[in-house]
């Protein structure tokens, strides 16, 4: 395929050669050499075309593609809109628009444009997907979900759909909800760890005790190293009053957390500290309901070590922490 766009750049160059100003041939030479990679001339060839040829769309749609993989958002989106104009029906121009906008930080001109790409096309998963997004960074859980809903009306088996909105509805303490979208998940993908741990926290959120232990089970059957299951399990022992259990399956997701921990390290990356907090936290409490204060101190010290204000802890380590009181010797 490389060879047969060499050998039509070829035969367009030799055409320009005797008619400079022949506008369809340094379109299409243009488009010869996007496909071979060679921005800079596709470039300069597109918009030479664009001189030639101002009414032509597809000239200025493919400028603006160019402008965009150069990483000239400015430029792409004053082409784009060169094409809106000619076709203000065209749902892709807009999500390209948007895509360029969010670039150069123009959120609100982003979410515009996504939301009319939506608009042309319902069914445009990706528009709907990037506009949840950005509803969701700047934390509008009513908007983000809203989106997803329209977007799961023509994709209703769709994966990332349902756990997205299975997300926000447990974000939004609609765990019942929830429950349905992160179902729907497992269905279309049963080796879907996420999917199952997510139905396991939303179950003992609802009080399903069971159905939360066979979900986690299954999570963790499917990524023995997923640190927030065994951490989930941990909990769901806890509220059922089986501390050892509790402490068992809390240890085994510190266990992963060191592991996951160390793993980062070894790539140069900085670990968060906060999922080993929580477990240590959890862990400790736990310990310390079961009579082991020397194991409840060393882990709350451990988490003060990693993230230092923690009132609660500070608290809680306090008042397991022997008091010396100087003893005198003074003889009377």
């Not at 005790?209 to 927030?228: C, G, H, N, T, V």
């Not at 909990?235 to 992963?256: F, H, K, S, T, V």
């Not at 609660?312 to 009181?325: D, E, I, K, M, S």
């Amino acid at each position: 395929m490389a060879e047969n766009w060499m050998e039509a750049a070829t035969l367009l160059q030799r055409a320009l050669d005797d008619d400079p100003r022949w506008g369809e041939g340094l379109a299409h030479l243009g488009v010869c050499l996007v496909h071979q990679g060679r921005l800079q001339e596709a470039q300069q060839h597109l918009l030479r075309a664009a001189r030639l040829l101002p009414d032509d769309v597809d000239v200025y749609y493919n400028l603006a593609a160019v402008y965009q993989r150069l990483g000239e958002h400015d430029k792409a989106l004053s082409c784009y809109k060169e094409v809106v104009l000619a076709c203000p029906e065209d749902a892709a121009v807009y999500g390209q628009m948007a895509e360029s906008a969010l670039r150069l930080g123009r959120v609100k001109d982003a979410i515009v444009l996504y939301s009319e790409a939506v608009r042309l096309r319902p069914d445009d998963l990706g528009s709907a997907a990037a506009l949840s997004r950005i509803h969701l960074e700047q934390g509008d859980l009513r908007q983000a979900g809203e989106v997803l809903r329209g977007a799961l009306a023509h994709h209703p088996d769709d994966v990332s759909l349902n756990l997205g909105l299975g997300l926000i509805l447990e974000m939004q303490d609609r765990h019942r909800e929830a429950l349905a979208h992160f179902r729907n998940v497992v269905l279309a993908d049963d080796q879907h760890e996420e999917g199952y741990f997510r139905l396991g926290v939303c179950s003992r959120a609802c009080g399903l005790s069971q159905e939360a232990e066979a979900f986690l089970s299954r999570a963790i059957k499917l990524r023995p190293d997923y640190a927030e299951a065994w951490h989930e399990l941990g909990e769901l022992y806890r509220d059922r009053g089986d501390l050892e259990l509790a402490i068992a399956m809390l240890e085994e997701a510190l266990n992963q957390h060191c592991a996951i921990e160390e793993r980062r390290r070894r790539w140069a990356e900085t670990p968060d500290p906060g999922p080993k907090v929580h477990t240590l936290n959890a862990l400790a409490d736990c310990c310390h309901a079961a009579g082991d204060t020397g194991r409840a101190r060393q882990l709350w010290e451990e988490s003060l070590a990693l993230v230092p204000d923690q009132p609660t802890v500070t608290r809680a380590l306090q008042a397991v922490t022997p008091q010396y009181r100087r003893t005198s010797l003074t003889l009377d």
